[in-house]
């Protein structure tokens, strides 16, 4: 099983399990926390059969204690080992928030202790989960120093990204997208890769306008970009994969290349990431700026359950395309 | 439950009442699941199969206004404070006409008018916010009861200890349960908690606590009656930890094959709604016929609901804008 | 003691009890909860009195259990009561974290219960607390849709948004300054009054550069306004007062007649109000700007506790100074 | 404590050694307190007078390589770790010197290489994270012991809760303790919780639970050594109520006029150094002079560690960059 990584193609859920699986092998400080992920395989079964490979005390079920279990990956983490905890839905992630702000994020800072912690948390609506079960909680944490945040968009990324966060020895939020677990596929590599905490990814090249992203998003953004090619529009889109720390540099090389932008995002608008990448634009590269920043994100709200409210909450490719369509015209 | 005591104790037509809002229930539950396999409910559908009594009793057994923070499989208690199938089944349906107008999905749902907090996910939450409005009722002197509630797996959180607490230490006229079902999700007990009885944990806050059997509407009835009393009285909250099994998965998703089957065989027999019946027969409260009589009415309640549902509107997407914040008006008086 | 409003000078922290005062006189609805304001008055002396004049059950000493307590508040809100809850110190709040954003914040969207609650939170630095006693914890909740936060400079918009922020039948988050409890005074008016929920101040006129701000670092922002007018430098100090909802017509306003914006707090600068303005200026306003839009604000640390550390970390007159030269000449 | 029962169990030179670190804690505190009081430090100075014998009754209890997550009024556990005087006053002043370097003040110090994990604000946060210690352990099948506790004030907080259930489900090598010294800041017990003994707390875990006299070194200490063994033989945590009283303020600038003073006069007397000097003298391994002699060794190493924080530098304004993020060498082996 640790040659999962057969070049044959594997779904964005696949990748996550791969990455756990591949380094739990190569590594055994590395083992896992959280509610039903034994002998169940987790609520969406990233850790099928990991208990019958890794045994009870690596592949750990947890009583129903978010705050508790995310504590106990702290202490043992401090202690040497690599815990990967599981937040059955990210929006559970609430409850553990004084752990993870208070204790895992700051206890480097304050007393030189590492705490090379990964909780890996489904998130994103789309699903019809309504407002308990499709939140964007990344938002909380951007303005937590000590913590890494990342949302991959592909299979790649998600395998890699996970690889990294589980080295780094940091805190490290890993926010998987539940609706891209089986709707993308890719082939990987069969090697050992990981992809590099803080580096954004051009994940489609154009001259007009830079669309930055990350998560589900980022499939919307490419699928407005095709319809925006055949009217002359050519968007570039910008995955940033990590959240926190932002590669600047890359932002703002595809900014000073389009001079125009638009922040697009699945969290609520108001305090997203959008706003604080707007606001380095504004700061760092305001002269090269050819026309507002947009912004397109969801409003704030909680997310509503019913298809229609659910719709309306969501950013659309339309959304997309009118808002480049604005710029364009600038 | 003794039949002695039940025919002593509970009015013929209370335990026929709720003998009837056990069946609709059922009958709407089993609608519920129906429309989830045919793909027409998104979402989680949480059942309380097999658990109907507990809802069903404690509702049963507090006045109307007294408040109810209802946990994830109570569907009972909605129906006994007045929330139709139609509204019920709507609310499922993401429909207008479902008490949260299509916001929220499924079992979350709540009415402050009717006496009824609505569900949070977030396990135990409301734990709290229960002890709070029984706080409310005794800073106004009023003669009224919080009753709410968590899984075994609630029980675990640190909102559920410091609820029990924060209630204790104030005697808050407030009643706790347990719906100690045996799983979380796929987590046994032995998972959960170091202990077998759920009602162990009412000590750590010297909070009388008492185990019901929750499969006996009877016997929830009474223990709640006597917990609410004993509240209402302001001799301070108590803890009840209903035993019972949690007959489907954990959500209707969910084949539950982390329960052995002899488990949820030995349970079967203790079905609520037999118990019930057995209770009704040996009282001379209810015949087959009359139990057939009262199936079939709370299936035709549950078709003229769905219908109702049916019919509800879908709500127009600019309707999300709506409700973040609250106006003057809708506070409570 | 209902008459504490004499024409004389009050302290904002004398603003504060004045208002709790009032309140609780005027509406018995209005009750107060937290660790240690019984018969000890609260750690900073706010609530000091107020239990043997309205008794222990409007003056509820708690368990130390902030989620729990906050529960027990929104609970007590629902049922018709307007509870305000006492956070020690505002960094504690992470303790109720989940209570905030997932059950008082969604409540009324979800299910149309109205939750009209107030919790004060003592925040900021300045005061040689280090990490745990001098946190700003506003930027975690400007995400979360359903709550308001305020954040009064002054003894008068101490006491008028205290007063309204009872009054309003929503969650607010009062935040309130504890640098500035004893350190500054003004003369309240007589009769009652409130500060509207959502309206920023000017609160000095100038015409060549906004400085957008609010809590304490309003007083340093018209410190800088001094020293700058006389080398002809004219600032606009806009002070926020309600972060949200953001009060977009004034500060538009402000922005339209300089063109030249600095953003100042206190809060870290990742992810702070500063960035949701920037990204509001950037979308909106775009036409009018002149320059960069500066954000002043501290490091992405935690608050470090010995002397030269947290000097290093609050922003300074001097940096405002210096930020505002560099935008006079853009 | 019985001094046959002493004289037996706990080695003579472990009891001086155990007296000559009361002493030294209370000389440490002493001149904090003193420095405070002359406005030298700035922010909260909470001591453990009168308490000192529950942090060097279990430090001493425990080896070198278990890991302790101290209260906020542990001063002994870090002076029996190692840390000395010098960095202690360092801390406190926010110099270079202290273990922090100034990041963070007073208490809040940590050094994993001394097993001392940095104590949070937040009361009980640092229980879960010693629970994870003990996990830490089991996993690698070591034989090494957490050790963590909390004020009774802090055992009314969710992380108490979900820390002790974790551990008891899981049955970790860990020691859960709570000081119980009465007072909350100004709450007592009784706005606390709804029991006399917060050993009340462990049954809600199924965890074995001792009242132990917090103020009596040799009872703390044979205490400890038995809940750890127990632990290290993998019998699971033990949670430990220390029973004492908060003789001083909460802080050094709170008066605590919310004490009775008749209160406080009856724990005078058992004081833990007095009753550590009452015991010693009975089994003759000490006397007045002796002790007179340990009191101004201590007050000697105070007045060191006084000059080390003295001529320690104030860290550059600049370090406040440094640190937000860990490198990959500094992980725990
Ligand atoms: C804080 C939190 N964590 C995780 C979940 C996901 N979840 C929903 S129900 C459930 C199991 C609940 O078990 P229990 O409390 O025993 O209730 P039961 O479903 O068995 O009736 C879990 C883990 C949640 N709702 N809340
Ligand atoms: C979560 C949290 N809330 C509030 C505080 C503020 N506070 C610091 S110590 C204290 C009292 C602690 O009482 P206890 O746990 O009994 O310990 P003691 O100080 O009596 O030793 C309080 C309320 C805190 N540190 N953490
Ligand atoms: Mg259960
Ligand atoms: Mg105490």
């Known amino acids: 099983m640790t040659t999962a990584t057969l070049a044959q193609e594997v779904t964005y859920i696949d990748a996550i399990s791969q990455a756990l699986d591949e380094e739990m092998s190569r590594d055994e400080r590395v083992f896992l926390m959280g509610e039903d992920i034994g002998a169940y395989g987790g609520a969406f079964k990233v850790t099928e059969g990991f208990l019958k490979k890794f045994g009870e005390w690596r592949v750990l079920d947890t009583p129903l204690s978010e705050s508790g279990f995310v504590g106990a990956a702290i202490g043992a983490a401090m202690m040497g080992l690599r815990p990967v905890v599981e937040m059955q839905f990210a929006d559970f992630i609430s409850c553990a928030f004084d752990q993870i702000t208070e204790v895992a994020a700051k206890n480097h800072y304050r007393w030189g202790a590492a705490v090379p912690l990964v909780i890996r948390a489904p998130f994103g609506g789309g699903v019809h989960g309504g407002p308990f079960h499709s939140e964007c909680p990344e938002g909380w944490f951007f303005h937590s120093p000590g913590l890494k945040i990342v949302a991959p968009s592909t299979p790649y990324d998600a395998k890699g990204l996970l690889k990294a966060a589980i080295r780094d020895p940091n805190p490290v939020l890993y926010f998987e997208h539940k609706f891209l677990y089986r709707r993308i596929k890719a082939t990987l590599p069969q090697e050992d890769f990981i992809v590099p905490i803080g580096k954004a990814d051009i994940k489609r090249s154009g001259g007009d306008i830079s669309v930055i992203t990350y998560g589900a998003m980022v499939h919307l953004a490419l699928e407005a970009a095709e319809l925006l090619s055949k009217e002359g529009i050519d968007l570039e889109v910008v995955d940033l994969r990590t959240l926190i720390p932002l ?75 009118a808002g480049a369509k604005k710029l364009a015209v600038y | 439950m003794d039949q002695a005591v039940v025919a002593k104790d509970i009015k013929r037509s209370d335990l026929l009442e709720m003998y009837y809002y056990l069946r609709l229930t059922r009958s709407l539950e089993d609608r519920i699941t129906a429309l989830y396999r045919q793909g027409r409910i998104v979402g989680g559908v949480y059942t309380s199969h097999g658990m109907e009594a507990i809802a069903v009793g404690y509702a049963s057994a507090l006045n109307p206004d007294d408040v109810i923070a209802p946990f994830h499989r109570d569907m009972g208690a909605f129906l006994v404070r007045g929330f139709t199938p139609g509204e019920v089944i709507a609310q499922y349906l993401g429909k207008q006409g479902g008490p949260t107008k299509g916001k929220d999905g499924n079992v979350h749902m709540g009415d402050l008018k009717r006496g009824m907090i609505g569900f949070v996910s977030h396990l135990a939450d409301n734990m709290p916010v229960a002890a709070g409005a029984a706080l409310a009722f005794k800073i106004r002197k009023e003669s009224r009861v919080a009753f709410a509630g968590t899984g075994d797996g609630g029980t675990s959180r640190g909102d559920f200890h410091e609820a029990m607490n924060l209630a204790s230490v104030r005697k808050l006229p407030v009643v706790f349960f347990c719906t100690n079902n045996q799983y979380a999700y796929s987590t046994p007990l032995r998972y959960q908690m170091a202990i077998t009885d759920v009602v162990e944990r009412a000590k750590a806050y010297g909070m009388p606590g008492e185990i019901v059997d929750g499969n006996d509407v009877a016997d929830v009835y009474l223990a709640c009656r006597r917990a609410i009393a004993k509240a209402r009285a302001g001799e301070g909250p108590t803890f009840l930890e209903f035993k019972t ?89």
């Open chain 2, 245 to 333: 099994m949690r007959m489907h998965g954990h959500s209707e998703h969910d084949a539950a094959k982390y329960v052995p089957r002899e488990l949820l065989n030995a349970w079967q027999c203790k079905d609520p709604i037999i118990c019930a019946e057995q209770l009704l027969s040996r009282l001379g409260y209810g015949d087959e016929s009359y139990f057939h009589e009262v199936l079939e009415r709370t299936k035709k309640e549950v078709d003229i609901g769905m219908e109702f549902a049916e019919q509800s509107p879908l709500p127009e997407g600019r309707e999300t804008l709506v409700g973040v914040f609250a106006t003057d008006d809708e506070v409570s008086p």
């Open chain 1, 247 to 321: 590669d600047k540099e890359t932002i703002y090389a595809s900014v000073r290349k389009t001079s125009k932008v638009i922040l697009l995002h699945e969290d609520n608008k108001t305090g997203g990431i959008g706003a604080e990448i707007s606001a380095l634009l504004a700061e760092d590269c305001f002269d090269c700026l050819d026309g507002p920043i947009l912004r397109i994100a969801p409003p704030d709200t909680p997310v509503p359950f019913s298809t229609p409210l659910e719709e309306f909450f969501l950013p659309k490719v339309s959304d997309i395309v």
